[in-house]
């Protein structure tokens, strides 16, 4: 039974494409293994420091050609720390037969990883996980800006191995010995988890849950995201811990707030987050980054979904930039400030900061 029936996949999209990635994979023996949301290639079984999956291939050095060997077994555990590149801006409908030898001709890879879409498009980025640091430098040095296709250079950096995730919108009722219990039975890996006051959502707590790894902070993310919890209102949201909100959660626990030191009064308010810098500064530095990297000039909308008589303003917010794979957006309570800034100012100052992070992690 082959892994990747036709079938499955929507026929009327990019079907060329895809028939060629089956033609690949019986001429090569390569078998792909596709769940939650991510086709993989390569890298030990679950439980097994060695093998293959049964994987046959070219796992030579510079093997772009077609191999049929098996190859030989990984003594000891996964390639250490620094081996794994991060692949952005892919064409949605480019796939492993063209991806996996372009990368193994600059090393040897252990594992490959192309994220997918429900149609069977690429969804736009991938992970390449090498033997050695030096063979993931080597991937950096040449396919970064690469053109994979006559127009489309794709980015390829260093991956961010991220195994912290902030959970936030929980109800206030949740208590710690709850979350760790609900945490330990949905995914897995967990560490340790912390429990917050919300920076952002009134009435609300917000969890940082450290996992083992990367792999199972990512796979802890997808539940969450699609499961029902049942801890949070409709403004639940999970993502990876940035470190700005990071350190000011950090800074909370070594200087309580009023509200905290005189029994909670004042939870029921949104805290507000540190003064943004000016507008056009925040704008200015987005903009560049995005010229650094080969894309436009970022569009942003703002809508207010909230008004509460104390002058918070809760915003929903989306910045769309022409040559990113999708859409950022979000929300965030502001409130009028002394310089007569309105709402949709700091709703657009707080977008671009969130987009800043997002694209520095990513790029």
Same mark, same amino acid.
């Given at each position: 039974?082959?892994?990747?029936?036709?079938?499955?996949?929507?026929?009327?999209?990019?079907?060329?494409?895809?028939?060629?990635?089956?033609?690949?994979?019986?001429?090569?023996?390569?078998?792909?293994?596709?769940?939650?949301?991510?086709?993989?290639? $390569?890298?030990?079984?679950?439980?097994?420091?060695?093998?293959?999956?049964?994987?046959?291939?070219?796992?030579?050095?510079?093997?772009?050609?077609?191999?049929?060997?098996?190859?030989?077994?990984?003594? $000891?555990?996964?390639?250490?720390?620094?081996?794994?590149?991060?692949?952005?801006?892919?064409?949605?409908?480019?796939?492993?037969?063209?991806?996996?030898?372009?990368?193994?001709?600059?090393?040897?890879?252990?594992?490959? @990883?192309?994220?997918?879409?429900?149609?069977?498009?690429?969804? %736009?980025?991938?992970?390449?996980?090498?033997?050695?640091?030096?063979? =993931?430098?080597?991937?950096?040095?040449?396919?970064?800006?690469?053109?994979? @296709?006559? $127009?489309?250079?794709?980015?390829?950096?260093?991956?961010?191995?991220?195994?912290?995730?902030?959970?936030?919108?929980? =109800?206030?009722?949740?208590?710690?010995?709850?979350?760790?219990?609900?945490?330990?039975?949905?995914?897995?890996?967990?560490?340790?988890?912390?429990?917050?006051?919300?920076?952002?959502?009134?009435?609300?707590?917000?969890?940082?849950?450290?996992?083992?790894?990367?792999?199972?902070?990512?796979?802890?993310?997808?539940?969450?995201?699609?499961?029902?919890?049942?801890?949070?209102?409709?403004?639940?949201?999970?993502?990876?811990?940035?470190?700005?909100?990071?350190?000011?959660?950090?800074?909370?626990?070594?200087?309580?707030?009023?509200?905290?030191?005189?029994?909670?009064?004042?939870?029921?308010?949104?805290?507000?987050?540190?003064?943004?810098?000016?507008?056009?500064?925040?704008?200015?530095?987005?903009?560049?980054?995005?010229?650094?990297?080969?894309?436009?000039?970022?569009?942003?909308?703002?809508?207010?979904?909230?008004?509460?008589?104390?002058?918070?303003? @809760?915003?929903?917010?989306?910045?769309?930039?022409?040559?990113?794979?999708?859409?950022?957006? %979000?929300?965030?309570?502001?409130?009028?400030?002394?310089? %007569? @800034?309105? $709402?949709?100012?700091?709703?657009?100052?707080?977008?671009?900061?969130?987009?800043?992070?997002?694209?520095?992690?990513?790029?």
């Amino acid at each position: 039974q082959h892994n990747l029936p036709p079938q499955m996949w929507t026929n009327s999209i990019n079907q060329a494409s895809k028939m060629a990635l089956l033609a690949w994979e019986k001429e090569t023996g390569i078998k792909l293994v596709q769940i939650n949301g991510q086709r993989r290639y $390569g890298g030990p079984p679950p439980g097994m420091s060695g093998g293959q999956l049964g994987t046959v291939g070219p796992w030579e050095h510079g093997g772009a050609h077609h191999g049929h060997r098996v190859p030989a077994g990984w003594e $000891g555990g996964p390639p250490p720390a620094g081996t794994e590149v991060y692949i952005g801006k892919l064409p949605q409908d480019m796939y492993e037969n063209t991806l996996i030898p372009l990368f193994q001709s600059v090393g040897k890879l252990y594992e490959f @990883r192309l994220m997918m879409t429900f149609s069977g498009l690429n969804r %736009g980025f991938a992970y390449a996980k090498y033997s050695s640091q030096q063979d =993931a430098r080597n991937a950096i040095a040449t396919f970064n800006h690469f053109q994979v @296709r006559e $127009g489309c250079a794709i980015v390829v950096c260093r991956s961010m191995q991220k195994r912290e995730l902030s959970v936030d919108g929980l =109800a206030t009722s949740v208590s710690q010995q709850d979350l760790e219990a609900m945490l330990q039975r949905v995914t897995e890996g967990v560490l340790s988890v912390t429990l917050h006051t919300s920076p952002c959502q009134r009435r609300a707590k917000l969890a940082v849950v450290k996992y083992k790894s990367h792999q199972a902070a990512a796979l802890a993310k997808k539940a969450l995201m699609e499961g029902n919890l049942r801890l949070g209102g409709a403004g639940m949201r999970v993502d990876w811990l940035h470190p700005q909100l990071k350190q000011k959660l950090q800074l909370w626990e070594e200087k309580p707030s009023s509200s905290q030191v005189h029994g909670g009064k004042g939870l029921a308010a949104p805290r507000p987050a540190a003064l943004p810098p000016p507008l056009q500064n925040v704008l200015d530095n987005l903009n560049i980054l995005c010229w650094s990297q080969h894309l436009r000039t970022p569009v942003f909308i703002t809508e207010c979904v909230q008004v509460n008589p104390d002058g918070w303003q @809760r915003f929903w917010y989306q910045v769309v930039i022409p040559g990113y794979p999708v859409p950022i957006n %979000g929300f965030m309570w502001v409130v009028q400030d002394r310089q %007569g @800034r309105s $709402g949709h100012e700091k709703a657009k100052v707080a977008a671009a900061l969130h987009v800043l992070r997002v694209l520095g992690e990513s790029l």
